[in-house]
């Protein structure tokens, strides 16, 4: 891991190693959810209907192959501040690791890949005409590559069976949260979405790792990208 991710071992002066706090994919994410607040208070405002939501680049189902653009620019269409920050909570807490993992460039690309990917399953389970919106597809996608990520190295460093049953334990207790078709506001949740975002993400990890591995067997830097 090169020192710019922001989380490298740290020589000190009596030999040890230790470990800086990852600045870089911290503020990278930050950064995302800040633009998302941006677009909720700029653009879709209080008490916006379908209609609005359709027009600042929601999934309209039943049309995504004909406004396929749609499949990226519904990632950054929120209802509401609290849709972005109980959305910014789980990319956080697993995106960081994720960066730290494959780099910004294989993580940037699980999250819009793994966000279309969503939003193709969720406008396959609801009738034509609904819009969807929002990054939960993508942040489930970039859950699954954690998992994946975590428990292939966990495997291959030869940790403790322990390790690998923390990551599942934790899997288990988000996964509910990912079959809830209805928030605690009352709005209707695309489950489909949810899902189809994590097998992508659970299969993109999986390659990125394989990637990795490769580039790391021909002398390149894994963590350059």
């Known amino acids: 891991m ?14 040890g190693d230790r470990y800086s706090f990852p600045w870089g994919p911290v503020q990278a994410a930050a950064v995302l959810v800040l633009c998302h607040l941006a677009i909720v208070f700029a653009l879709v405002g209080k008490n916006p ?13 039943g049309e995504v192959t004909e406004q396929p653009w749609r499949l990226l620019t519904s990632l950054f269409v929120h209802a509401d501040p ?14 960081v690791p994720v960066v730290l993992g494959i780099g910004y460039l ?3 690309a699980i ?18 005409g609904v819009v969807l919106f929002g990054s939960s597809g993508a942040v489930s996608a970039v859950f699954g590559a954690w998992v994946a990520i975590t428990l292939v190295r966990a495997r291959h ?24 078709p ?19 993400g659970l299969a993109a990890g999986l390659l990125a790792l394989g990637a990795g591995a490769a580039r790391a067997r021909t002398g390149e830097d894994p963590h350059s990208q």
């Open 2 to 15: 090169n020192g710019e991710d922001g989380a490298g071992p740290v020589q000190t002066a009596d030999g």
């Open 49 to 61: 209907d379908t209609a609005r939501f359709a027009r600042l680049g929601g999934i309209v189902a």
């Open 82 to 95: 609290a849709h972005v920050l109980w959305n910014a909570l789980s990319m956080v807490v697993f995106a």
């Open 106 to 108: 294989r993580a940037g």
């Open 111 to 128: 999250y819009l890949a793994g966000g279309a990917l969503g939003g193709v399953a969720g406008a396959l389970a609801v009738p034509d």
């Open 157 to 180: 460093d030869g940790l403790p069976h322990r390790a690998r049953i923390r990551v599942i334990g934790v899997a288990l207790l988000i996964l509910p949260s990912l079959m809830t």
């Open 182 to 200: 209805i928030s605690s506001s009352g709005r209707s949740i695309s489950v489909a979405a949810h899902l189809g975002g994590l097998a992508g």
